[in-house]
């Protein structure tokens, strides 16, 4: 995976107009959280300075905070609530011109059982992580047994979402930064997991323009887009 195409894909994302990363190439949508927060660190890694002064005034403008949702945080070793919560988008700005959106933990929980977050990939991840970061040693190693056993086929995470579009009758897609998580989330508590394979799969997900493609079948064809959030997680995923 070219590292360097990847970061030079997502500044291209960037839309003076609106302050912002947009989604993904050709779409009028923004999102302070997770994509402008993810690509903000990332660019600031690799010496995109200008940009994101830029991009933090547009946060400061309209009164976001630049240091976390509650949520997305914990892939930078922040700490976040347990058990992790679910993120719903809404409505920052809209004058006819740029949409402008941010996603906010809610503060209640939507899942029906205690445990039904630990069948969400990415929802099982972040608890691993967060765990790992309050020390709970008699905790974090069985969250992360389960996250493991998700990697099938040798392909990509299957989980309670992938396994109940199947039993639909329809044809699963794999979702590229759920298996980016897992890297990030191995190298985060220093375990193993087959990183060869991984990085295999996210290199062909790169796009010619840099950007990471969202899905892939069973096959590892690259269905979808290339978008911010996916980019940068896979970005984190190679690089930390």
């Known amino acids: 995976m070219d590292v360097?195409?990847?970061?030079?894909?997502?500044?291209?994302?960037?839309?003076?107009?609106?302050?912002?990363?947009?989604?993904?190439?050709?779409?009028?949508?923004?999102?302070?959280?997770n994509d402008n927060y993810l690509a903000l660190h990332i660019l600031e890694e690799h010496g995109y300075d200008d940009l994101c002064r830029r991009i933090r005034d547009t946060f400061n403008s309209h009164r976001i905070p630049t240091s976390g949702n509650g949520r997305i945080e914990i892939w930078l070793k922040n700490k976040i609530k347990y058990p992790p919560r679910y993120a719903e988008p809404y409505l920052?700005?809209?004058?006819?011109?740029?949409?402008?959106?941010?996603?906010?933990?809610?503060?209640?929980?939507?899942?029906?059982?205690?445990?039904?977050?630990?069948?969400?990939a990415d929802m099982l991840l972040m608890g691993v992580v967060e765990r790992w970061l309050e020390k709970k040693e008699k905790e974090y190693p069985n969250l992360w047994e389960s996250a493991k056993r998700m990697f099938k086929e040798n392909l990509g995470m299957i989980d309670k979402k992938f396994e109940e579009t199947e039993k639909q009758g329809k044809e699963p897609l794999f979702e590229t930064y759920k298996l980016a998580l897992l890297l990030l989330t191995a190298k985060i508590i220093r375990e193993s997991v087959d990183e060869p394979r991984i990085m295999e799969i996210l290199d062909k997900m790169q796009s010619e323009n840099g950007g990471i493609t969202t899905h892939y079948d069973r096959d590892l064809i690259p269905l979808g887009r290339q978008n911010v959030e996916t980019t940068c997680l896979a970005i984190y995923a190679a690089t930390s």
Do not use: M
């Not at 839309?15 to 999102?31: N, T």
């Not at 809209?94 to 069948?119: F, H, M, N, T």
């Open 4 to 33: 360097r195409k990847g970061v030079e894909f997502l500044a291209g994302l960037y839309d003076s107009e609106a302050g912002l990363l947009r989604e993904y190439q050709g779409h009028p949508v923004y999102f302070f959280y």
């Open 92 to 120: 920052v700005n809209y004058a006819g011109g740029p949409v402008l959106l941010d996603e906010r933990c809610r503060e209640r929980s939507i899942w029906q059982r205690d445990d039904e977050w630990k069948y969400c």
